[in-house]
């Protein structure tokens, strides 16, 4: 399982990004995408999740109303909409793999993209 995350950069506070994770040697039948963040100095945590077998994904309560993960399973990527970006949102973001269904859980994820940076200047 190869993950690849893109999108990251440089916005101002109230700005938005779309972050995307393209996954390659699992099939979009049976999956959970999760979405992390490690800010310098902190561990991470979890941001948001995804799965092929639950209607509804999973949201911080930080980025809840904020951001909107979804898929496109024909193009095997899952996405990160984030809007009213804040300073404090600055991060790697990593996405991450697991089967089905989504844990809020570090540990259970066993395939990590390499991270991209999100940087929020207030």
């Known amino acids: 399982v190869q993950l690849v995350e893109s999108g990251g950069g440089l916005v101002q506070a109230g700005g938005s990004l779309r972050l995307s994770c393209a996954g390659h040697?699992?099939?979009?039948?049976?999956?959970?995408i999760g979405w992390f963040r490690q800010a310098p100095g902190k561990g991470r945590e979890a941001v948001s999740c995804?799965?092929?077998?639950?209607?509804?994904?999973f949201y911080a309560d930080s980025v809840k109303d904020r951001f909107t993960i979804s898929s496109d399973n024909a193009k095997n990527t899952v996405y990160l909409q984030m809007n009213s970006l804040k300073p404090e949102d600055t991060a790697v973001y990593y996405c991450?793999?697991?089967?089905?269904?989504?844990?809020?859980?570090?540990?259970?994820?066993?395939?990590w993209g390499q991270g991209t940076q999100v940087t929020v200047s207030s």
């Open positions: 991450a793999f697991r089967r089905s269904p989504c844990i809020v859980v570090v540990a259970a994820y066993y395939s």
């Open positions: 995804i799965s092929s077998r639950q209607s509804t994904g």
């Open positions: 040697g699992f099939t979009f039948d049976d999956y959970a």
